[in-house]
């Protein structure tokens, strides 16, 4: 006999509903939800239903309601959703292994928006990073740091929220797999070779080569995963 699961109701199958329109973006941080009224009838139930299933997601913070006001995304509904003990819980559970095929997959797309949109703020921001991972370079943890701050301002540097997100949720994974590489012959020295090309792609918007230089950097993870991992 496989595990029990827990019957939803209507009331979950609205709220998870909403949820999937905070995280795809359709229901943006600070717009406002149709009113009540309006949503009930959508979905076919009544008022007090539609109210229980705001009253949910006002319990895990991706809500907010006021008298007279109406209901509205939280500014920081993406944290709530990333930062959830059920999320947390499945990252635990994730590998080295794991972690890279989930870098991979997106941050050679992000690498290219950035060279798409990148400002001037961004590039102090990245710049700023990479000149932290030459100053830490005798210090393992100052390198790390920095390594973890690079990234963050490439994401940034994408102006695309729910793409950013990924990294604040998978940043203590990422601290872990970049502390046991660094401790390689040559990882530090490499790494800073690499993510220049990165910065100065990004800085020139060239997007071909951004993209070719976040491979480049990805391929390299991957070797030292096969021979050292």
């Known amino acids: 006999m496989g595990p029990i699961r827990r019957r939803t109701t209507i009331v979950d199958d609205i709220a998870e509903e909403l949820r999937a329109l905070i995280l795809s973006g359709q229901l943006k941080p600070g717009q406002y939800l149709e009113p009540q009224k309006v949503l009930a009838v959508r979905y076919g ?15 895990v913070g991706l809500v907010a309601s ?12 993406l944290d709530a959703i990333f930062n959830s003990t059920e999320v947390k819980t499945r990252l635990g559970e994730l590998n080295a292994q794991q972690v890279y095929e989930a870098r991979s997959v997106i941050e050679v ?14 590039m102090s921001a990245i710049w700023n990073a990479l000149q932290k991972m030459e100053a830490g370079i005798m210090d ?34 990422l601290s872990e797999v970049i502390s046991e590489m660094v401790l390689l012959p040559n990882v530090k020295e490499e790494s800073i070779v690499l993510q220049r090309l990165i910065a100065e792609a990004i800085q020139s918007h060239q997007v071909d080569q951004a993209e070719a230089a976040a491979l480049a950097h990805m391929k390299y993870i991957e070797t030292l995963l096969k021979y050292y991992g």
Request: hydrophobic content about 45%.
């Open 45 to 59: 139930v009544g008022l007090s239903t539609l109210r229980e299933s705001i009253q949910a997601l006002e319990a």
């Open 140 to 173: 393992e943890q100052a390198f790390v740091q920095a390594d973890l701050e690079f990234h963050l301002a490439v994401a940034r540097a994408g102006h695309n929220q729910l793409l950013e997100q990924f990294y604040y949720l998978v940043r203590d994974l």
């Open 109 to 122: 797309g992000l690498t290219r928006f950035a060279a798409l949109s990148a400002t001037s703020d961004d």
């Open 66 to 77: 006021h008298p007279g006001k109406g209901t509205w995304v939280r500014p920081d509904a």
